[in-house]
């Protein structure tokens, strides 16, 4: 995936999820499934939050979208701080 094609397909996702209506963290934990947020968008963000952490592109943010260790992120946080690293991912 070139620069170009992530910091599109990130503003694209950052866009979902700023927009999904529900998708909110289970109280109790657990994966990101349990979002509710619809399949395709939830593997497009895993998606590129790999590819921006293979370019060394690191978000304390972006991490607990699923994670078990710490409080998730709400999804809007989440979209919100994807658009601000879309503007410039890759730089």
């Known amino acids: 995936m070139t620069n170009e094609e992530l910091k599109s397909m990130a503003a694209e996702v950052a866009a979902e999820l700023q927009a ?3 998708g909110e ?6 994966g990101s499934r349990q979002r509710g947020l619809p399949e395709p968008l939830r593997e497009r963000f895993i998606r590129v939050r790999t590819e921006l952490f293979q370019r060394g592109i ?3 943010v972006l ?3 699923d994670t ?3 409080p998730q992120a709400s999804t809007k946080e989440i979209g ?3 658009s601000k690293i879309s ?5």
């Open 63 to 65: 991490v607990r979208f």
């Open 87 to 91: 503007s410039g991912a890759g730089n």
């Open 80 to 82: 919100e701080q994807l």
């Open 20 to 22: 999904a209506t529900g």
């Open 58 to 60: 690191f978000d304390p």
């Open 68 to 70: 078990a260790t710490a």
């Open 25 to 30: 963290p289970a109280a109790t934990g657990g």
